[in-house]
């Protein structure tokens, strides 16, 4: 686990993907826009949230990246129903599973529909309750669609989450071989009780995904949840692809 501060990444020093094809298009509600690299095997990173048209990602060369976005995050992000854990918030539904099977069965079928040869592995990536939904998908998954998940300042809170990743990693066969979390180091410092227990669930998820046998990094950004989201983004994907 490290504590350093977040940067921004310059224009100076930011790589590109090699020749990208962009497309974009909506399935079943979720808006995809891809950049592919014209590299044969490239790795490809799915990344969740609201930056389909603009994403401010730098992916290095040789990886492609696919941004998908979605409407309702409280319900198409959530595993399983909870209730809100702020006043004017809403309630959490169970959407999760429906949002993976559009994924597994529509988006990557279609955003990698002209690749010469399959991807060297994929990695779906989220901030906040997109975070959460990618570790819970990364453990989810009856077959090795994503072989690393990235939850960044993840909802690492959710009623229910440390058991259901014990028992899904005791089964031993997730497909998973790296596991990158990070927070805020303000993030856990509210009256909440829920989202009080944030950081302390991180770090035993981190625990238990070495335990495992999964390549896992915990890290420590400075300030709350909202602040230097890019940065915190980039700084996963740097890890998940080096």
């Known amino acids: 686990m490290s504590a350093i501060p977040d940067t921004h990444p ?22 995809v826009h891809t950049q592919i690299s014209s590299v044969a095997g490239a790795p490809i990173v799915y990344l969740l949230g609201d930056m389909a048209d603009h ?11 696919v941004s998908v976005g979605v409407d309702l995050w409280e319900e198409n992000f959530s595993p399983w129903c909870a209730p809100r854990v702020f006043a004017k918030g809403p309630n959490f539904g169970d959407g999760a599973q429906k949002t993976l099977d559009t994924l597994i069965n529509q988006v990557i079928p279609w955003a990698e529909s002209e690749l010469s040869e399959p991807p060297a592995y994929r ?3 989220g901030y906040s309750l997109a975070g ?22 993840g909802s690492f809170w959710f009623p ?7 028992q899904q990693l005791s089964g031993g066969a997730v497909g998973l071989t790296h596991a990158y979390l ?3 180091d303000r993030e856990a410092r509210t009256p909440n009780p829920q989202i009080m227990h944030v950081r302390k669930n991180a770090e035993l998820l981190a625990s238990r995904f070495e335990n495992a046998g999964i390549t896992s990094m915990f890290e420590l950004n400075r300030g709350n949840h909202f602040q230097n989201v890019e940065g915190r983004i980039q700084k996963a994907l740097d890890w998940l692809v080096k």
């Open 10 to 31: 310059s224009a100076d020093t930011a790589a590109h993907p090699a020749n990208p094809v962009a497309r974009k298009t909506t399935i079943s509600g979720l808006s």
């Open 55 to 65: 994403s401010p990602v730098q992916v290095p060369e040789g990886v492609s990246l």
């Open 123 to 125: 990695t779906l990536m």
């Open 132 to 153: 959460l939904f990618s570790l819970w998908a990364g453990v989810s998954q009856q077959v090795a669609t994503f072989q690393r998940i990235g939850a960044v300042s």
């Open 160 to 166: 229910g989450l440390l058991d259901y990743v014990d």
């Open 182 to 184: 990070s927070l805020g």
